[in-house]
């Protein structure tokens, strides 16, 4: 049973550009979130996507937007990158978005901004 | 709006001991989720153990547990017979009950080193 994986694992952009991670949810969950976990920080909620509409969202500009396609899988798109953009990028998945239910994490993708 | 505190940014206990870490949230709410992940060097988070404020009963999932004070509103978790594999950044984290608040709300973390 494949957990949730995502691509890339790491990346290098400059400032100004674009980024698009991408997310495949584990097996079965229809509901993928997207966080945010800065050096020596905790992960932080940017949004979450049920039903290929974003549902929820953290407290991130209009830079960060998403996308959840007919397969759950999800996409994160970062425009017009900074420095502090910098970052481990962790997608998670459930089933369903009842609060009891079990978030399983990927490995995140690194992303580096120069 | 609901905050996590981790007063301790390293840990450190020999390889069999036990060991406790700390949590602290703040919340209005009645009934929520509480739970603890491990974040290894591979950097997946891994669900260790989770409460629900409802249940009384503390969580024990084999050598680690929970000593859940909800007047306190104090989460710590405890590992005993620490192993090797043990050593990884400890996150606390916090959710709301019902479907519109899906996201975990985590503290910075604790990272736990385990001495052979």
């Known amino acids: 049973d494949a957990g949730v994986t995502q691509s890339p694992t790491h990346l290098i952009k400059t400032r100004g550009q674009q980024v698009t991670l991408r997310c495949s949810p584990k097996?079965?969950?229809?509901?993928v979130s997207w966080y945010q976990q800065a050096l020596g920080q905790g992960p932080q909620f940017i949004f979450q996507y049920y039903e290929e509409e974003e549902r929820q969202r953290g407290n991130f500009p209009d830079r960060f937007s998403g996308h959840q396609f007919p397969n759950y899988s999800s996409e994160l798109n970062v425009n017009a990158l900074l420095l502090g953009d910098s970052a481990l990028y962790l997608c998670?998945?459930?089933?369903?978005?009842?609060?009891?239910?079990?978030?399983?994490f990927g490995e995140g993708s690194w992303l580096t901004v120069v | 709006a609901q905050t996590v505190t981790q007063s301790q940014p390293e840990m450190s206990v020999q390889e069999a001991e036990t060991v406790t870490l700390s949590c602290t949230y703040d919340t209005s709410e009645s009934d929520y989720y509480l739970f603890w992940y491990k974040q290894p060097p591979s950097r997946q988070m891994i669900l260790v153990i989770r409460q629900e404020a409802y249940k009384q009963q503390n969580a024990t999932e084999n050598r680690f547990s929970v000593n859940f004070q909800k007047a306190a509103k104090s989460f710590s978790l405890k590992i005993s017979d620490s192993q090797l594999g043990d050593a990884a950044m400890y996150f606390c984290a916090y959710r709301s009950p019902g479907g519109s608040q899906g996201n975990l709300i985590f503290g910075k973390g604790t990272k736990l080193s385990v001495k052979p």
């Open positions: 998670a998945s459930s089933l369903g978005r009842n609060s009891g239910n079990t978030i399983y």
């Open positions: 097996s079965g969950h229809d509901t």
